[in-house]
T-cell receptor
Framework: GAGVSQSPSNKVTEKGKDVELRCDPI?????LYWYRQSLGQGLEFLIY????????KSGLPSDRFSAERTGGSVSTLTIQRTQQEDSAVYLC???????????FGPGTRLTVL | DQQVKQNSPSLSVQEGRISILNCDYTNSMFDYFLWYKKYPAEGPTFLIS?????DKNEDGRFTVFLNKSAKHLSLHIVPSQPGDSAVYFC??????????FGSGTKLNVKP
């Protein structure tokens, strides 16, 4: 079956512009996670959805970051007024909600010039 | 505040030998620990997990050991194969909904 997909795979933007990153989880997976991996760093937790609600937004780095999930499926991570330090690979993962395993997408590489 | 640490950024091992990847954590309340493998330009893929109430879990060539008193876990790969060359991430699960990841160890298995 289809895995987690993310789009775009690469995004280059200018400082100050807004960007939207999309995640399509595996069908039926109730939990969805966003992570960020900066160069040479581990995965940094950003936000977690259970269904359409986000019980834990503690990882969002600033109020420029927001995320939503609709229909218990697709999720969008929005970064407003991008800064150079936002450059990273943004990874999305989903899980069935009962188990501990997460299934990751290939990521979106964001470059802010 | 890094709750999961992988102190070795890289490891090189000869094919056929054992690879040992290490991970330390600070929070004794973690529920599960997991290892993920990541190839370039791909997302991490799940490898093996262990419950906090266990001290060992084995799956084929992969074994994870958990030492709760030392807050340390390790992944053993034996025998190592060139296809095992990748970045390995240790992760810990808190409250069954939040994951903390280490910074990864790049394993190179030489033929």
């Amino acid at each position: 079956g289809a895995g987690v997909s993310q789009s775009p795979s690469n995004k280059v933007t200018e400082k100050g512009k807004d960007v939207e990153l999309r995640c399509d989880p595996i069908s039926g997976h109730t939990a969805l996670y966003w992570y960020r991996q900066s160069l040479g760093q581990g995965l940094e937790f950003l936000i977690y959805f259970q269904g359409n609600s986000a019980p834990d937004k503690s990882g969002l780095p600033s109020d420029r970051f927001s995320a939503e999930r609709t229909g218990g499926s697709v999720s969008t991570l929005t970064i407003q007024r991008t800064q150079q330090e936002d450059s990273a690979v943004y990874l999305c993962a989903s899980s069935p909600g009962s188990g501990v395993e997460q299934f990751f997408g290939p990521g979106t590489r964001l470059t802010v010039l | 505040d890094q709750q999961v640490k992988q102190n070795s950024p890289s490891l090189s091992v000869q094919e056929g030998r054992i690879s040992i990847l290490n991970c330390d954590y600070t929070n004794s309340m973690f529920d599960y620990f997991l290892w993920y493998k990541k190839y370039p330009a791909e997302g991490p893929t799940f490898l093996i997990s262990i419950s906090s109430i266990k001290d060992k879990n084995e799956d084929g060539r992969f074994t994870v050991f958990l030492n709760k008193s030392a807050k340390h876990l390790s992944l053993h790969i034996v025998p190592s194969q060139p296809g095992d060359s990748a970045v390995y991430f240790c992760a810990a699960l808190y409250n069954f909904n939040k994951f903390y990841f280490g910074s990864g160890t790049k394993l190179n298995v030489k033929p």
